[in-house]
């Protein structure tokens, strides 16, 4: 177990740059996702961490050593593949003692039949076969040792994948998407049981997914990575409630956040005309966005901010998710409504939606946030 | 009591309407049955029945002459060359252009582009008949005018004549190649596995691009530092069915070949019959001596090898390597 380092990584394939100078500081023990959209060059980073690729540019340690010019072999990383990737000829206990058998044992003593006379494989063989049960038995997976990867199903097979990975006791465990081939129910109980692994490993989890529930429900810090670099990395509740960039505020939730234009008329910051406050300096940009999470819209008669129709609805038992095509400019917004409100949303129904200024967001137009305008905006408001 | 129990009126009349379809069916597969056993079977049980005679295409009748046939096959020493010339050739060319071939799939697929133009090379041999090729080879190996003792023979004078092979030839004259008994069955070889090792190149080719790329990564992630531990690891595995395929192909192209043996010496396999290999032999019998009776006893002897091997092959796939 130990730290790791990611210094200003690059990576061209031919012209196109996948990887546009990737700085990421992991600290020992600590559960990172990279969570992105696909083709962000998530992958990339996980394979060039693994070694599997080489970067263009940037230097990547392991524990304090640079290991960028070492091969994958010999980073002392485990991986867990997308398609499990087992070796299809071997059982459940063959493939998870492969890693083991390739770091401790001689090349005389893996052959098939001398093998076994060498001295010290027998005793090598049953620290093995000792190591593997105790993995199997972690993994609840002990009853399938002798079966082949082809007799398992999915969800077996990725524990089989993630035996493999922690048999031995790597510097880190790496994890390319390993939830995507499973159903979704398997897939939640899954992500419990990763999250439970990793705070009984204490090891380090570098989690490479696009899926943002997964990222938000088991890591300790998310990098949200978008074309070809790391827009924030932070807590899930940071990445959430307070995004840096537009993009990462529109990634991270579902629904997804509404996202309306706002502009500067003097000092005043207006909403589809509509005065907000009038306390922003005049340095502040004339065309801005405004980021509002469909839980920080209230429905509301009284002097409304916003007026619209409601043109769907999504009723979850929990919550209602009801989308609101708005007067102003037709543009749909998400609302998030308690069940009772329910009476309130038919479909075509008028509503007025009011919200806090202090739950707004505010982005410039090339979307990277805005506090000072945020900060101006509800000091305002509060004397307002 | 006037309604009838529906059931009991089904159970009439569904035998007549199994029946029926049961006919229908029959009718529908008979001619592809009928053709089946008159092309197919009709020819080798016809073989096999007169393996069992002396008759000769022409003449009017046969003799029954049991089991003399097969008694000839195993007493007379021209026999015992057929089995010793066949199987030198399967021993020799299955293993060697079987691994030639891995190896080359495995050299041509870790290429890019370029692997195309190799693969086409190798493969021309396949693609030009081997008859044609033979009458090459023919001229190639002329024991005076020919390329290969042309160039041996400029070795000599050579340091090269350290080596026995040279120096006796320098002194002696180089093999006479298909003349001689015992260089020819070696040539028909080294034909039979420049021939067909291109073929085995493109079924492996096959094979290697099922594989599946990311076991590579987990084989790199695991510690398979090396190329033979990950071959070992992923490769040989995962082309296990290739192989049993290939080895069996190779085994039954190998049981039949002939057309090498036909070109170089159409009056009799070979100096002192070193290459009277099995096909030729059956060529030899029942068409050119029409002595049909102990040319289907060859053919029926050949079949129970190539049977033998397809079931063989059978049971490595189901037994060894289908996961």
């Not at chain 1, 098939?112 to 593997?132: E, H, M």
């Not at chain 1, 089989?160 to 990975?165: D, E, N, Q």
């Not at chain 2, 076991?215 to 070992?232: I, K, T, V």
Request: net charge neutral.
């Amino acid at each position: 177990m130990s730290d790791l380092q990611i210094a200003s990584v690059t990576k061209h394939f031919g012209e196109t740059s996948v990887l546009k100078g990737v700085t990421l500081d992991v600290k020992d023990g600590e559960f990172i996702s990279l969570v992105g959209p696909s083709g962000c060059g998530k992958s990339t980073l996980l394979r060039i961490i693994a070694g599997l690729e080489t970067p263009t540019s940037g230097n990547i340690a392991i524990g304090g050593i640079n290991v960028t010019q070492l091969r994958a072999a010999d980073r002392n990383l485990s991986m867990v593949f997308q398609s499990y990737a087992l070796y299809p000829h071997l059982t459940v206990a063959e493939n998870i003692a492969v890693p083991l058998q390739m770091r401790q044992m001689s090349a005389l003593q893996r052959l098939p039949v001398l093998g076994s006379i060498v001295p010290g494989a027998r005793t090598q063989k049953d620290d093995i076969a000792q190591a593997v049960r105790h993995a199997a038995e972690m993994l609840e997976i002990a009853a399938l040792l002798d079966r082949k990867p082809g007799q398992l199903s999915g969800g077996q097979r990725q524990r089989v994948a993630l035996g493999r990975a922690l048999v031995r006791d790597p510097a880190a465990f790496l994890l390319d998407e390993p939830l995507s081939n499973l159903d979704a129910k398997l897939r939640v109980q899954t992500r419990a049981e990763i999250a439970e692994l990793h705070r009984r490993l204490k090891a380090t989890f570098i989690y490479v997914t696009h899926d943002q529930v997964e990222a938000m429900t088991m890591s300790d810090r998310i990098a949200v990575m978008m074309g070809g670099e790391i827009l924030q990395c932070a807590a899930p509740d940071v990445i959430y409630e307070d995004p840096d960039d537009i993009r990462v505020a529109e990634f991270i939730g579902s629904p997804k956040i509404n996202i309306l234009p706002v502009e500067r008329n003097g000092t005043a910051l207006t909403v589809f005309d509509q005065v907000l406050n009038s306390r922003l300096s005049i340095d502040s940009p004339k065309v801005m966005q405004m980021g509002l999470r469909p839980e920080a819209l209230q429905l509301t008669q009284s002097a409304p901010r916003l007026t619209g129709r409601v043109v769907h609805l999504e009723n979850l038992g929990s919550e209602v998710f009801a989308q609101i095509a708005l007067d102003s400019d037709g543009s749909r917004v998400t609302l998030r409504a308690m069940p009772e409100q329910r009476q309130n949303l038919g479909l075509g129904a008028p509503v007025g939606l009011s919200f806090d200024l202090n739950a707004a967001m505010i982005f410039d137009a090339g979307g990277a946030r805005l506090r000072q305008v945020e900060l101006a905006a509800t000091r305002a408001a509060e004397v307002a | 009591m006037v309604a009838i129990d529906p059931s009991l009126a089904a159970d009439v009349t569904k035998p007549k309407a199994d029946n029926r379809q049961a006919r229908t069916g029959w009718g529908l597969a008979a001619p592809a049955l009928i053709l089946m056993f008159l092309i197919l079977l009709v020819p080798i049980i016809a073989a096999g029945v007169l393996s069992f005679t002396n008759y000769s295409l022409g003449n009017p009748s046969f003799d029954w002459v049991g089991l003399q046939n097969y008694e000839r096959l195993f007493t007379r020493s021209t026999y015992e060359k057929m089995y010793v010339a066949t199987f030198t050739y399967v021993v020799t060319v299955v293993p060697i252009s079987v691994g030639l071939g891995l190896g080359a799939a495995l050299l041509v697929h870790s290429l890019g582009r370029i692997g195309d133009i190799y693969k086409t090379i190798y493969f021309l041999p396949v693609m030009a008949t081997l008859l044609a090729m033979a009458i090459a080879w023919e001229f190639m190996l002329h024991p005076t005018i020919g390329m290969v003792n042309r160039t041996l023979e400029m070795a000599c004078g050579t340091w090269f004549e350290v080596i026995p092979f040279f120096a006796d030839g320098c002194a002696e004259g180089f093999p006479l190649w298909l003349g001689d008994r015992d260089y020819a069955i070696w040539v028909v070889c080294f034909i039979g596995i420049w021939q067909g090792f291109g073929f085995n190149m493109v079924l492996f080719l096959a094979g290697l691009t099922s594989v599946h790329r990311e076991l590579y990564h987990a084989a790199e992630m695991d510690g398979a530092r090396s190329g033979w531990e990950r071959f070992r690891l992923v490769t040989w595995p995962a082309l296990g069915p290739t192989t049993v395929f290939v080895v069996t192909i190779s085994c039954i192209r190998a049981f039949q070949v002939f057309d090498t043996i036909e070109a170089f010496w159409p009056q009799g396999g070979g100096p002192n019959k070193s290459a009277y290999v099995m096909m030729f032999a059956i060529f030899e019998k029942g068409i050119q001596q029409n002595l049909i009776g102990i040319g289907s006893a060859i053919t029926m002897l050949f079949l129970l090898f190539v049977m033998f091997l397809t079931l063989i092959q059978r049971w490595l796939v189901e037994r060894k390597v289908h996961y």
